[in-house]
């Protein structure tokens, strides 16, 4: 079946403009997560949904960044006044599960930003 | 604080020869540990997770709480193991948190 999507693949914004990032989970999927990876790194968390509820924001990394997801299936990452140091590749995650199971974690391919 | 560490940023071996990929984590709890692969151009996916003690292509991790790690081996390398490889935790929340990954080249 289709897995997690993400789009768009490549993104290129000048400094100051604001993105939405889209990702679709694997459907029926409860969770979901949105990962930062920057050059030469691992994932960082940055924000997590059970359902349409955002349970978990800790990782945002300043108050640009903005995270939904309205009816509990897609999601969008927001990120306003880009700046340089935000260019990463996103990375979306969905389980099937919300809480104190173990599940895992399905990837989507990532949107690569880079902010001029 | 939840905290995984790879020690090795790069890692080379030959085919065929025993390969072992270090993570250490720091936890207070009984943590979940797993072990993420990406493939060339492809994207991030489960490799094995230490609560299943599977066997995965070969692969085998075994948590050892005395000394926080939970290190990858397999005992002879493919040249398709080539990939980077990243050891993640999974402690009292859903988030996952990653080490900063291994590069394991297999060379022919």
């Known amino acids: 079946g289709a897995g997690v999507s993400q789009s768009p693949r490549y993104k290129v914004a000048k400094r100051g403009q604001d993105v939405a990032l889209r990702c679709d989970p694997i459907?029926?999927?409860?969770?979901l997560f949105w990962y930062q990876q920057a050059l030469g790194q691992g994932p960082e968390f940055l924000t997590y949904f059970q359902n349409e509820a955002q349970l978990d924001k800790s990782g945002l990394p300043s108050d640009r960044f903005f995270a939904e997801r309205p009816e509990g299936s897609v999601s969008t990452l927001k990120i306003q006044r880009t700046q340089q140091e935000d260019s990463a590749v996103y990375l979306c995650?969905?389980?099937?599960?919300?809480?104190?199971?173990?599940?895992?974690?399905?990837f989507g391919p990532g949107t690569r930003l880079t902010v001029l | 604080a939840q905290r995984v560490t790879q020690p090795e940023k790069l890692l080379s071996v030959f085919k065929g020869a025993p390969v072992e990929l270090k993570c250490n984590y720091s936890?207070?709890?009984?943590?979940?540990l797993f072990w993420y692969v990406q493939y060339s151009r492809q994207r991030l996916q489960l490799l094995l997770r230490h609560i299943s003690r599977e066997s995965i292509k070969g692969f085998t991790a075994d948590l050892n709480k005395g000394e926080t790690s939970f290190h990858l081996k397999k005992p002879f390398a493919q040249e398709e193991d080539s990939a980077m490889y990243y050891c993640a935790l999974q402690g009292g929340s859903e988030k996952l948190v990653f080490g900063k990954g291994t590069k394991l080249t297999v060379n022919p």
């Open positions: 459907s029926g999927h409860v969770s």
């Open positions: 936890y207070s709890g009984s943590p979940e």
């Open positions: 995650a969905s389980s099937s599960y919300g809480t104190g199971g173990i599940y895992e974690q399905f």
